[in-house]
Structures are given as C-alpha cells and as structure tokens.
C-alpha cells in the first residue's frame, strides 16, 4: 500500500486543527474563522486559477455576494438558519456568476482578468452608492444565526465564535475540501488542466473549452460565497470593503503564498496570510509593506509558493536518502 | 448652456491627467507586454511631492509663476526611481503575466507605506492653490486659469509624446521592440536599455500627473488605488497599448465622470465601468488596440 503524503499532511491537519481550541487562547482561535472563510473562498478561486488557468482579478465580488447575501437573508427576511442562508448565498452566487461567466470565460489571460475586475469594481461601485439599499460605505448588519438548528444562546459571540462555529466551520472546510477534492480529480478537473496546459489542443480533442471555463468560473463563484457568509458572520457586518479590488488582490496574493499549483496551497496561503497579517499588524503600523515585500519576494524568488518550497525540499530528502 | 461649459471644462480637465497616467501604462503596457498597477502610485508620489514643493516655494516666497513649471520638473526629476524600479520587474520578464501584475500589486502595497512613513496618514491637501493664476470668467462660465494650464500641457504632452514615438529615431526603436522584441534584439536594438528608459518615461508620465493634479485635490494614500482603477478603465475602453486610445478613452472617462456627478451622483463610477465592461464585450481589443486575443 502506498502512503499518499498529501493524505497524511491532510490527516494531520485536521487533527491539529480539531485540538487547538482546548490548546491555544481563544483570540488565536477566533482568528481561525477568517482562515476558514478565505480558505474556502480560496480552493473555488484556485479552481480557476490554477486548475483552468484563468486569473479573475474581481473575485472579491463572490465574498461580497455571500456577505451581502448573509446580511438580506438574516438582517432583511429574518431566516436565523445558517444552514438555509448558505444554500441560498450558493444559489444567489451561481445564478449572478453565470452571465458574468458568459461574459468572461470568452476571454484568457490579462483581458479575463480586466473583465473581471472591472465586474468586481462595478458591483463595488454599487454597494458603495445605492445607500438606500446596501448601507453605503457603513454596510449592512449580519445578526447571529443559528446553527443546525441550535442557538447556543448560553455562549456569548466569542464564546460562540471560538466554540461550536470553530467546529462548525472545520466542517464547512473539510467538506469544501473533499468535494472540491474530487472536481479537480474528476474527469472534469483533468479536462480543466487540459484546457489549462493548451486550449487548442483541448479544442481539438473535441473538448467544450468555453463550457468548461463557465462551469469553472460557477463552482468557484459559490465557494466563494461561501467563504464571504463566513467571513460576514464573524465581523457581524458586510461591508464594500470586501469587495474592493485589493480585496481580490489578497485573495491572488494568498493563492501564490500557499503555492497555486497545489492543491493545498490556497489553504496554507490562507493560514500563512492570516497569522501574518495579523502578527504584522500588531508588531508595525507598517504591515502592508511588509506583505508587500514578502510577497515581491515569493514572486521573484519561490514562484511556487509555500507548498512548492515543502515540495522541493522533500525531493531534495529523498534524494539524498537514494 | 454655461453650466453645461463648465462641466465639460471640469470633465476635460480631468481627463488631462487621465491621460497622462493612462499614458504611462500603455507606454509600458506596449513595450513591455506588463501592466504596471504602480503607476498609480508613481501618480501618488507625484501629488505628495508636489505637496511638499508648493508648501516650501510658498514659505520661500517664490514667484507664483515659477509654480506650474516648477511642478512639471518636479515630476520630471521623480521619475529617477523608475530605472531601480524597472530592475526589480527585470527579474519577472518573461514569466506568467499574473506573476508581473503581482509584483507592481505588491510594488502599490509598499508605496502605500513610503507615503505613510513620510508624508502621515491623513489627507494632505493646499488651500485653494488652484486659483495662483486666477479664474477665467465669461458671463456664468468659470474656470481657473490653473486648470487651462494643466490641460494645455497634457495636449503639449501628448503631442510631444506622438512626435516622439512616429518621428524619432529612438521613438522608432521604440515601436519596433513593441512589435517584435526578439527581431528587434536581433537587428541590434538594446532592449535592455529600452526597457529601462520607456519604464521611466511611464513613471514621469505618472509623478508630472500627480503634482499637476495636487494644487486641485487633496493628497491621500488612496490616491493611488482609486485613480489607477480609473486610468485601466481609460486603456481598457482606449485599447490597451494604443496611445491615440489612451487619449479618446481620457476624454470618454473624464467627461462622463463630470456628467454623471451632476446629473446622476449614484451612477458616477458605475457607468464607467459599465461602458468598460460594454466595450470589452464588443471589442475586446478596445477602440483602437489590435486585436490580441
């Protein structure tokens, strides 16, 4: 039997992850809710990126769309189920992401990006100026829901958040990871790497590059919702910020940290950047330039990202083992 | 009639320093196939030390009219930072092109903190600076003579800049290494050296825009990622690479920016990236770009 080394890190990860409530201060592990969320948005957003090789620079939108989503479905209609609200930001998500993917997928490479972000700046722009609908620049109230069923009303929101939502959304990711886990090993994900690695070729072999591509964008799009209900849950409030382009930019930067050629790279990046950020910003009221450096140094220096690093390193082991 | 003058004067002078940023990413856009986001933030640095140049000129007591060119070399002399900038992005040419927009990406979120460490986190602005040379006024019609100036020097600019690219014989290398940079490396052109000066030539474009711009607005470290979303719209809707597109998608930007906070507050941005997301959709290679896709 051969041991997949990716299935062991998976494995012993979860594992930490599960125990480190009852280890680490509470504020660490409320810290891990924001990881959740991005890290969710992130295996969608890597389906794009890395698996078609599509490089949406507007994909804060999707966290805005969930967020927002989050706040009309419990603020406005009053649903207190989390279970429902995530259903409906899914649906929500797919069905605006399908015209705008109609749109894009026509396109590769630094036009799909500006399409994208141009869709992400207009969705923004909207948010930002239809005070009446959205709340402006003050955003909209996210209440606290409920989660399969029970209130919790006994745990104050950090006992909550840093309690039953901790587990609540380790099971979200591992979820997330597992169906996502077998898009990319599907023969569609193999389809997507085709179109990928040479889309003509693709075209050739008789394979939908174009539906492919929108399919893609779709998944993506709903796993980024996802991630942005989490994420508004968490702060109580969804607000433009989340969806402007520097928020798209982050989600990029996370996806290259963690490395985007694998497919734990995202969820590393999103650990990575989290503790970081978090750490910068209570060490130097200079922590964006600190990413900034850190991140013009992977670009010239570890393309590959943190995972590709571990990867490198595991074959230089084995081979100083032979 | 004149209020609607006055709009489209409001509208044409921003276009003015639209174009001048714009024209800076499709410069570098054109030759080096890269899409400087920090262009923004050379437009950023420019307004904070054209801030700077104005606060000292006017404690010094210099002339008024030495103001305006004083602001043009200002810009002028910052784009001295644009050869070691160009050395950074060196070492990403011919890699993936999201690798190259994350590093100019990563390039903004640093600038953002020189900006802080120097110049503080609130807004910097001079208090009606813009009216040194007096308003322009006929019947309801007004304007300040500033502004003029700032757009008859953008036209200057432009036209300077054509003169450069068609007639010269550098402006010649220019264009060959943007059409062909392997044949033109072939033929003997230092694309090395070309790649640094039109690197540059883009961050003076940016820094001149940003101390043109500072007497009229305020300095602030979003400057640099708001304006530089705005000046992707121009090159998108222009055509990106197209210098004559940068022009046309300016006037497009600016005037309907001007038009739509009088007539439509809410609709102010998202018109823009409403014709934006119309033109990338029937053609995707924008008013006068080639088509690349």
Known sequence: MTINPAGVAALIGTAVLLVLPSVVPPYYVGLMIPFFGYAIALLGFNLLFGYTGLLSFGHAMFLGLGAYGAAVMSGVLGVKSFELVLLAVMLGSAVVALPIALLCARYVGIFFGMLTLAFGMLFYSFLFKFYHLTGGDSGMRVPRMNILGLTFDRYNKIEFLAGPFYYYCLALLIIAGLVMWRIVHSPFGLHLKTIRDNSRKAEYLGVHVHRFRLAAFVISAVFGAVGGAILAFRVGLADPELVYWTQSGQLVFMAVLGGFSNFFGPIIGALTYTLLQDQLQSLTEYWRSMLGIILALIVIGFPGGIAGLAFDLQRRLARRRQ | ?293
């Open chain 2, 1 to 293: 009639m004149s209020a609607f003058a006055n709009i489209l004067a409001g509208g044409v002078f921003h276009a003015a320093v639209l174009f001048l940023v714009a024209a800076g990413l499709q410069l570098v856009f054109g030759v080096q196939k890269i899409v400087n986001l920090a262009c923004g933030s050379f437009y950023a640095l420019g307004a904070y030390f054209g801030i700077t140049f104005i606060s000292y000129a006017s404690h010094l007591g210099v002339s008024p009219w030495l103001i305006f060119p004083g602001l043009i070399v200002s810009g002028i002399l910052l784009g001295f930072i644009g050869p070691p900038i160009e050395r950074v992005l060196r070492t990403v040419y011919g890699r993936d092109e999201s690798f190259q927009l994350l590093l100019t990406f990563a390039l903004v979120l640093i600038f953002q903190d020189v900006f802080k460490f120097i110049w503080g986190a609130n807004p910097r602005s001079l208090d009606s600076a813009y009216l040194i040379y007096g308003i322009l006024s006929t019947g309801n019609f007004s304007m300040p003579v500033y502004n003029l100036f700032v757009i008859l020097a953008a036209i200057a600019i432009a036209g300077g800049l054509g003169l450069f690219l068609q007639q010269t014989n550098y402006g010649r290398l220019l264009r060959a290494t943007a059409e062909n940079r392997s044949m033109a490396e072939a033929l003997g052109v230092d694309v090395r050296r070309i790649y640094s000066a039109v690197f540059t030539l883009g961050a003076v474009l940016g820094t001149t825009a940003g101390a043109l711009v500072v007497p009229t607005a305020a300095a602030s470290l979003d400057m640099a990622i708001e304006f530089v979303i705005e000046a992707f719209a121009v090159v998108v809707i222009g055509g990106l690479g197209s210098m004559r597109g940068a022009l046309v998608g300016a006037l497009i930007v600016g005037l309907i920016r001007a038009l739509s906070i009088v007539f439509f507050p809410e609709l102010e941005v998202l018109a823009i990236y409403l014709i934006v997301i119309g033109v990338l959709i029937f053609r995707p290679a924008g008013l006068f770009g080639r088509s690349l896709v």
